[in-house]
């Protein structure tokens, strides 16, 4: 029979605690850190994140600002803006502005529409969801006629519509990616729900006396956070190019405010990109690197935190 003194009892102790130290987030970082592509991902995500940051250095480094027209300097005499230069690294628009400090100020545009209307998505998604998949019954019913409703309208002409009425401005933009953003993620949480509303621990909290409301938030939200965290940041890319596709059709960010989607529609104005390139090439790049950084580090993450393929099963 093993001796136990206090000192291996301690170290027991600390050793239990480390454990418990070391669970699942511990291990999704480490499942994370043997992902090439989610490392990359995320490495550009940084970087991009602190581009957008530095915009206002960049533009005091270069001395233009986001706005400001050089028509001597960065046009040409014939009025065909300049290529990449040492005044103008990614060179000019057709007005002569800095495409480079444009593109850092147009970063911060596209970062705050992609995680804010993204967030709140998430919230509504997660409520409806909830609520619809806990309670059943009308509430359900009607709760997910409502998603088919909205699922149902067109993107594009919702858009003109509150455009033509309101204006454009970043909030519209905001509001109507919201809109049309929440609704895969409530039927994504409605179904996890379903499955998981007659489960034991479910039972259990119901014969304590546990209102709906408690049982909702303490015992069933906890085991649907893998979907949401990978459905929110999944959403973030589809938010930022919802953002670019309006700001392009002159529904989203009013010029002259820096936007890459009326940066690219800049250069599609009068086939300007055809003796311009940069000018669609530099935005139309760092839209693909986002989104398709973001993608690969959405799918990272969900095989990191659900390796066994339950998509955010019951771990009770």
Known sequence: MKLVTPRTAAIAARSSADVQLRGSWYLTLQR?????????????????????????????????????????????????????SGDFLLGADQL?????????????????????????????????GLVSGFLGGPVDTILSRITDLVMSVPFLLCAIALVSVLGPSLSLSIAVIVFFSWTGLARIIRGQVIALRHREFVEAARSLGASRWAIMVRDIVPNLVVPIIVY?????????????????????????????GNMLADAANGSLYLVAWWM?????????????SFNLFGDGLRDALDPSGRKGGARR
């Open 32 to 84: 994370l850190r043997r992902d090439p592509a989610s490392i990359a991902s995320a490495a550009m995500i940084v970087l991009i994140v602190l581009f957008a940051l530095c915009a206002p250095l960049i533009a005091t480094w270069t001395g233009h600002g986001p706005n400001d027209q050089f028509r001597d300097t960065g046009l040409s005499p014939d009025g065909i803006p300049v290529g990449p």
């Open 96 to 128: 002569g502005r800095d495409v480079l400090v444009r593109l850092a100020y147009g970063a911060q545009v596209s970062l705050l529409v992609g995680v804010v209307a993204s967030i709140i998505a998430s919230v509504i998604g997660v409520v409806v």
């Open 232 to 260: 929110t940041t999944l959403m973030i890319p589809s938010a930022i190019v919802f953002e670019a596709t309006l700001s392009f059709l002159g529904l989203g960010i009013v010029p002259p405010t820096a936007s890459w």
């Open 280 to 292: 669609v090439v530099v935005p139309g790049t760092a839209l693909l690197a986002l989104t398709l």
